[in-house]
């Protein structure tokens, strides 16, 4: 074996009881605990649904269904925003605003 070129692998077993960054992974798992137990989104406000539902009514539109049939989305998304409890979603508030004629400020 002296005409071969690479050095020798030794192969050990890795002892458990030598983990040298526990409190690494103890840190991590206490950060995820926390990630986890505050988990939420932010929603609309009724601010920017009265908003919306003021623009919705001077442009002659009664209905919640007709400005949504005139941005083609499905009629509980309107009552989501004017209610406030819709997760902000930038193709919907971007569509709101070209078809109310109006700046939407959340």
């Given at each position: 074996?002296?005409?071969?070129?690479?050095?020798?692998?030794?192969?050990?077993?890795?002892?458990?009881?030598?983990?040298?960054?526990?409190?690494?992974?103890?840190?991590?798992?206490?950060?995820?605990?926390?990630?986890?137990?505050n988990l939420s989104?932010?929603?609309?406000?009724?601010?920017?649904?009265?908003?919306?539902?003021?623009?919705?009514?001077?442009?002659?539109?009664?209905?919640?269904?007709?400005?949504?049939?005139?941005?083609?989305?499905?009629?509980?998304?309107?009552?989501?925003?004017?209610?406030?409890?819709?997760?902000?979603?930038?193709?919907?508030?971007q569509k709101l605003?070209?078809?109310?004629?109006?700046?939407?400020?959340?």
């Amino acid at each position: 074996m002296m005409h071969q070129d690479w050095k020798e692998v030794i192969l050990q077993k890795h002892d458990p009881k030598a983990t040298p960054h526990k409190h690494v992974e103890l840190s991590k798992a206490v950060k995820l605990e926390n990630d986890t137990e505050n988990l939420s989104n932010k929603v609309v406000g009724l601010s920017l649904g009265k908003q919306i539902q003021t623009a919705r009514l001077a442009r002659g539109m009664k209905t919640q269904k007709e400005l949504a049939v005139m941005i083609s989305v499905r009629p509980e998304i309107i009552t989501k925003y004017e209610n406030g409890s819709a997760i902000p979603d930038t193709n919907v508030l971007q569509k709101l605003r070209k078809a109310l004629g109006t700046k939407l400020k959340a």
